[in-house]
């Protein structure tokens, strides 16, 4: 668990909390799609699903009735036939309704080596009518999808699409469970299996708290940062197919706002410059003014004020959830 009290809870996956998803091009007949891009939280959306229809994708119609390489998706010449997707979360789990963005290509490379994107549609189940052949459908649920080759050869095809997926839904706290600000907590998600480099992947930064995250199931490696400087907590939590997981991570800080004063309860020094050092020596953080605050970790810090050409210091302890004034006396100069 890396260090951190967790709480975890698991419920069934609602389907209405969502996380934006862009997916990777195909480019192969045997598609294989990599998670995405490490995303920010600006690439998260809250509580709410996509509203249904199409998504615009560049250069395509974006309209759920297609014919594979022809400029002309908007209008079908009465050979097609009717493809009718449904995603689920696991097998004998229930049809998503909301939240999947469906992405149909043709089975032939272009001069690129990229197969063509047919279709485009958004919601819950995905409707298209296309000429009969072979087609590569992808659904995408946040950051998780799944491929699925269709050959359109019948009258009717259904297809169900088992996407293996669950969600990740985050929060922090200090001390015993004393909420933490939310504009002041972040997350980042990682693949717990670390690549050839010795690093963990990203799979998303930046997330902030009560966001559901769609995941394919397996495990993560989550890293919670309170405030911007050394206050982290760390665990690995196993994401369920067809499971919402809410995991709540306990943060050992406090936050310490600085003061440089002539004498106890005087009025703080403007033009202060500042240096943190944990017990180990090194600098943590640096500030500037007359009382920067900043959120440290549990323990022996020394700090090291600076004030024109003189320059003062203090050590100190940092005790959890116990926020403080840390009042440095102008004396003893160094």
Same mark, same amino acid.
């Given at each position: 668990?890396?260090?951190?009290?967790?709480?975890?809870?698991?419920?069934?996956?609602?389907?209405a909390?969502?996380?934006?998803?862009?997916?990777?091009?195909?480019?192969?007949?045997?598609?294989?799609?990599p998670?995405?891009?490490?995303?920010?939280?600006?690439?998260?959306?809250?509580?709410?699903?996509?509203?249904?229809?199409?998504?615009?994708?560049?250069?395509?119609?974006?309209?759920?009735?297609?014919?594979?390489?022809?400029?002309?998706?908007?209008?079908?010449?009465?050979?097609?036939?009717?493809?009718?997707?449904?995603?689920?979360?696991?097998?004998?789990?229930?049809?998503?309704?909301? *939240?999947?963005?469906?992405?149909?290509f043709?089975? +032939?490379?272009? @001069?690129?080596?990229? =197969?063509? #994107? &047919? /279709?485009?549609?958004?919601?819950?189940?995905?409707?298209?009518r296309?000429?009969?052949?072979?087609?590569?459908?992808?659904a995408?649920?946040?950051?998780?999808?799944?491929?699925?080759?269709?050959?359109?050869?019948?009258?009717?095809?259904?297809?169900?699409?088992?996407?293996?997926?669950g969600?990740?839904?985050?929060?922090?706290?200090?001390?015993?469970?004393?909420?933490?600000?939310?504009?002041e907590?972040?997350?980042?998600i990682?693949?717990?299996?670390?690549?050839?480099?010795?690093?963990?992947?990203?799979?998303?930064?930046?997330?902030?708290?009560?966001?559901?995250?769609?995941?394919?199931?397996?495990?993560?490696?989550v890293?919670?940062?309170?405030?911007?400087?050394?206050?982290?907590m760390?665990?690995?939590?196993?994401?369920?197919? *067809?499971?919402?997981?809410?995991?709540?991570?306990? +943060?050992?800080? @406090?936050?310490?706002? =600085?003061? #440089? &004063? /002539?004498?106890?309860?005087?009025?703080?020094?403007?033009?202060?410059?500042?240096s943190?050092?944990?017990?180990?020596?090194?600098?943590?953080?640096?500030?500037?003014?007359?009382?920067?605050?900043?959120?440290l970790?549990?323990?022996?810090?020394?700090?090291?004020a600076?004030?024109?050409?003189?320059?003062?210091s203090?050590?100190?302890?940092?005790?959890?959830?116990?926020?403080?004034?840390?009042?440095?006396?102008?004396?003893d100069?160094?």
């Amino acid at each position: 668990m890396f260090g951190a009290w967790l709480m975890l809870a698991a419920q069934p996956a609602a389907e209405a909390a969502s996380d934006m998803l862009t997916a990777p091009m195909l480019s192969s007949r045997t598609p294989v799609l990599p998670l995405p891009r490490p995303g920010s939280e600006e690439s998260l959306q809250p509580l709410g699903v996509p509203a249904a229809g199409a998504v615009t994708v560049p250069g395509i119609p974006a309209v759920p009735y297609a014919q594979p390489n022809t400029p002309n998706t908007g209008k079908p010449s009465g050979q097609e036939v009717p493809l009718y997707l449904v995603a689920k979360l696991t097998p004998d789990g229930k049809p998503l309704n909301g *939240g999947v963005v469906w992405r149909v290509f043709g089975d +032939h490379p272009d @001069a690129a080596g990229k =197969l063509p #994107l &047919v /279709a485009v549609a958004a919601g819950g189940d995905g409707e298209f009518r296309l000429r009969p052949g072979v087609y590569f459908v992808h659904a995408a649920y946040g950051r998780a999808g799944a491929t699925s080759r269709v050959d359109l050869t019948r009258s009717v095809v259904s297809e169900t699409v088992v996407l293996h997926a669950g969600g990740l839904e985050l929060d922090a706290v200090i001390d015993e469970n004393i909420p933490l600000p939310a504009d002041e907590v972040t997350f980042d998600i990682f693949k717990a299996e670390e690549d050839a480099s010795g690093e963990r992947p990203a799979v998303v930064r930046g997330v902030k708290p009560g966001v559901i995250v769609r995941l394919p199931a397996g495990t993560y490696h989550v890293a919670s940062h309170y405030g911007g400087v050394n206050a982290v907590m760390r665990a690995d939590i196993e994401v369920e197919a *067809g499971k919402l997981v809410k995991a709540t991570l306990h +943060h050992k800080a @406090a936050e310490v706002t =600085l003061k #440089l &004063v /002539a004498k106890h309860g005087g009025e703080a020094l403007a033009n202060t410059q500042w240096s943190v050092k944990a017990e180990d020596g090194k600098v943590v953080a640096e500030k500037m003014g007359a009382f920067p605050s900043l959120v440290l970790a549990e323990g022996k810090y020394e700090i090291v004020a600076k004030n024109g050409e003189k320059t003062y210091s203090q050590s100190f302890d940092v005790e959890a959830g116990q926020n403080r004034d840390l009042e440095v006396l102008a004396q003893d100069m160094r």
